[in-house]
């Protein structure tokens, strides 16, 4: 029922830039944390970047000054604009949503992926 729809990924050079977008419900998107992780072969899944649905912003070390994430809250959308891409961005990237608890009796946390998108970065 909860589908995460993402889209931007591709080729580019390094030193390019690239935008993704994670497009969500507006029931999930709303409460929800949002995210990008990523995940190269022959290594674990990694968070890239998280926004919360105030707006707070959290970035992996390796991706600082470079990503930035945001939210359009109109669009139920979260984007990742990854700018001076490097060879070693290259990855699948997935979008991410966690919901917190909705109510007394249900204090489960659910999180919810997309499919990914593949992001290449290459000469």
């Known amino acids: 029922q909860e589908q995460l729809v993402e889209s931007g990924g591709g080729l580019v050079q390094p030193g390019g830039s690239l935008r993704l977008s994670c497009e969500a419900s507006?029931?999930?998107?709303?409460?929800?944390?949002m995210g990008w992780y990523r995940q190269a072969p022959g290594k674990e899944r990694e968070l890239v970047a998280t926004i919360s649905s105030s707006g707070t912003t959290n970035y992996a070390d390796s991706v600082k000054g470079r990503f930035t994430i945001s939210r359009d809250n109109a669009k139920n959308t979260v984007f990742l604009q990854m700018n001076s891409l490097l060879s070693e961005d290259t990855a699948i990237y997935y979008c991410?949503?966690?919901?917190?608890?909705?109510?007394?009796?249900?204090?489960?946390?659910?999180?919810?992926w997309g499919k990914g998108t593949l992001v290449t970065v290459s000469s």
């Open positions: 507006r029931r999930l998107f709303r409460i929800s944390t």
């Open positions: 991410n949503a966690e919901r917190p608890p909705v109510t007394i009796e249900d204090q489960r946390i659910m999180t919810y």
